[in-house]
């Protein structure tokens, strides 16, 4: 199929991949989820499990993730360990305790908080999903009301999408990505990824840089962002999908020291990568893009620039892609290479390739050498063999001639008949 078993997310139920949210609830969806060493990815599976397999709910959250850290070896022993465990609710919704300010927002999360008929725990849900929408409520009883008409949260998502006036709303904070702890969260954050990968055309999640990867809320980032590259600037057109509510948009601010991941037109924040760099120069801005060479080049080479003409001279005319701009910098006569130190380990993998390149030639090389070798000396065998057996052919007229002179010396007729066949 299309879909490549290693991809981020897949359409299939059947197909195992590394999302705890989409890989199917068999033993090897689980191993896929397992091998990665994520506990919130194994909490995101066994969350699923609960709900989709035992048709229960989780009770304590943290006993939840204390669980994950230290899981089962197989799907067998964890379905057994989850089926006794005092923090899953398995059986009646109504007599299952939830928290409503962490239970996940989805459909299932809602039913559950409906079945315990506290208005109180009602109201609490339906302010998580108006804050969801950027929205702040300002009248309690509309928003009773509205939780009480709703019976699914698809309704209750029809009614907050007109923007009611018992609330007030924010159009640039609506579904807005920002980290959340607990599962709530990241269950939301695995859905915007899941969409967002399924709706684009050119970027495939797969090349998703490392960097940004290691983090559902950093390949969120990076999904998001590009999505909206490719869509002329717009964010996902729903906030729904598959039944709960899911971010949107990247989030407006990201953590000290964490990985650039959110793809802009900044050329000074915009990650190093192709989607990154295209972002810059969509702008056909000459000082954007130099901007970003210049930091790529300071980042990726340590390289200082000696020629600003030069540097001007190539952001004017862009190169089409990062790799062909990565193959340019490196003949570049306006660069110092090397010059500022330090740098990633980009001109060290550069300088490793390059030497992977030559060792493989010399590898081809010393083959070809050793498969001469052995035709030389087949050749040279067959020939000894051919000349042996040519000169054992010319030997025997003559060993014929000297028996039968010795036999018959009288019969010198028989003697030159064979004398003259020996001579041909």
């Known amino acids: 199929r299309a879909t490549s078993d290693s991809t981020l997310v897949s359409t299939s139920p059947c197909i195992v991949t590394k999302d705890p949210s989409t890989t199917p609830l068999t033993d090897e969806g689980f191993q896929a989820v397992l091998r990665q060493k994520d506990a919130l990815k194994v909490a995101i599976f066994m969350q699923r499990l609960v709900e989709e397999r035992l048709g229960g709910v989780i009770t304590n959250e943290l006993q939840l993730m204390a669980f994950a850290a230290d899981p089962a070896p197989s799907m067998y022993d964890v379905v057994s360990l989850l089926r006794n465990a005092t923090w899953v609710c398995v059986g009646d919704a109504s007599v299952c305790s939830v928290d409503a300010s962490l239970i996940p927002l989805s459909d299932s999360g809602y039913q559950r908080i409906r079945a315990q008929g506290n208005i109180s725990s009602l109201a609490s849900f339906v302010t998580r999903v108006v804050?969801?929408?950027g929205g702040q409520v300002v009248d309690v009883s509309g928003l009773r009301s509205a939780g009480q008409s709703s019976t699914t949260l698809a309704g209750l998502v029809a009614k907050l999408e007109s923007k009611p006036t018992w609330a007030t709303w924010d159009a640039a904070s609506a579904c807005e990505s920002?980290?959340?702890?607990?599962?709530?969260?990241?269950?939301?954050?695995s859905l915007s990824i899941e969409y967002a990968c399924l709706h684009m055309n050119e970027f495939n999640c797969e090349n998703i840089p490392p960097q940004c990867s290691s983090s559902?809320?950093?390949?969120?980032?990076?999904?998001?962002s590009v999505y909206a590259l490719e869509h002329k600037g717009d964010s996902l057109p729903s906030c729904y999908f598959k039944g709960a509510l899911m971010f949107s948009r990247p989030r407006a601010q990201r953590a000290a020291g964490a990985p650039l991941c959110v793809v802009t037109s900044d050329p000074l924040t915009t990650p190093l990568t192709d989607e990154g760099y295209q972002a810059v120069i969509v702008q056909k801005s000459t000082t954007s893009t130099a901007s970003f060479i210049r930091r790529f080049a300071r980042e990726r080479l340590a390289a200082a620039v000696l020629d600003e003409a030069g540097l001007r001279a190539l952001a004017a005319e862009p190169p089409a892609s990062l790799f062909d701009l990565?193959?340019?910098?490196?003949?570049?006569?306006?660069?110092d290479i090397g010059a500022l130190g330090g740098g990633d380990d980009y001109a060290t993998a550069t300088n490793a390739d390059d030497l992977l390149f030559w060792r493989l030639w010399a590898f081809v090389a010393l083959g070809a050498a050793v498969v001469i070798a052995i035709?030389?000396?087949?050749?040279h065998v067959l020939c000894r063999r051919t000349s042996a057996e040519r000169a054992k052919v010319r030997a025997r007229p003559a060993a014929a001639y000297a028996v039968a002179k010795s036999a018959a010396p009288e019969d010198g007729l028989y003697i030159q008949g064979v004398e003259e066949r020996a001579t041909v």
């Open 131 to 133: 804050a969801h929408f």
């Open 178 to 189: 920002e980290p959340r702890s607990g599962l709530a969260g990241s269950t939301a954050v």
């Open 216 to 224: 559902l809320w950093d390949a969120a980032d990076y999904a998001l």
């Open 326 to 335: 990565e193959v340019l910098l490196p003949k570049a006569s306006w660069l």
């Open 375 to 379: 035709l030389a000396s087949v050749l």
